[in-house]
């Protein structure tokens, strides 16, 4: 398949552990917070947002914490299985800036058997 | 579920040559929005639309042009295809409105030679 990026950064990880994703976001006036799974071959795929008022939001099997004070980000995913294999980035939205983000480089996470 | 459609997977040009990249969604989304995306650079914002008719520069317009018809229909020309434009492209839509995701195609990769 097709790869995003060369010289990401990875995070390997066993079946069955957790796995936890940074994010460092660069614009303190960001109110929307976006993470995003792509997989080799396709486009980003939603996975959980957050707002600026909320510090942690969870889906299924995702938890998204937002650290406001020292602009970071992260995205714990619980149990991880080989078909979160992919990479993970986070976007952010700036207070008038209309709908466009700013997308991180991405992280790409190894689930090993 | 929203559906994001590139109209080509795989496409190959010549230098010179004008190109479009069509991108259509199903969900009445009123943005829509261009990328490219490279190794070690992320996406960049080519052109975005909040309406029909309307179009607005990203943060790399240059050698490209958009047309945006119909509302599900956001087209990215480049005008005289140069090799510097191989890259992967894609198309986003979301709802108007402040905090909406935005939701991607699976991509055009574009080879110029």
């Known amino acids: 398949g097709e790869s995003v990026g060369l010289h990401l950064p990875t995070l390997s990880v066993q079946e069955g552990d957790n796995s936890i994703i940074n994010c460092a976001y660069s614009?303190?006036?960001?109110?929307?917070f976006i993470w995003y799974k792509q997989e080799s071959g396709k486009g980003p795929q939603f996975i959980i947002d957050?707002?600026?008022?909320?510090d942690k939001r969870q889906g299924q099997r995702v938890t998204v914490l937002l650290n406001k004070t020292v602009k970071h980000l992260s995205l714990q995913i619980a149990a991880t299985q080989p078909g979160d294999s992919a990479v993970y980035f986070c976007a952010e939205r700036t207070h008038g800036y209309g709908q466009n983000f700013v997308f991180g480089p991405g992280t790409r996470l190894s689930v090993l058997p | 579920d929203v559906k994001v459609t590139q109209s080509s997977r795989y496409l190959v040009k010549r230098t010179g040559e004008k190109v479009f990249l069509e991108c259509v969604q199903d969900m009445d989304h009123e943005n829509m929005f261009w990328y490219r995306q490279d190794p070690g650079l992320g996406l960049r914002l080519i052109y975005f639309s909040y309406d029909v008719k309307m179009k607005e520069k990203g943060d790399i317009p240059e050698g490209y042009s958009v047309s945006r018809e119909k509302k599900e229909r956001f087209s990215l020309i480049l005008e005289s295809a140069s090799t510097n434009q191989t890259s992967m492209y894609l198309c986003a839509s979301s709802l108007g409105g402040t905090n909406q995701p935005q939701h991607f195609g699976d991509g055009t990769r574009l080879s110029i030679l």
């Open positions: 614009n303190s006036a960001s109110d929307y």
């Open positions: 957050i707002r600026s008022n909320m």
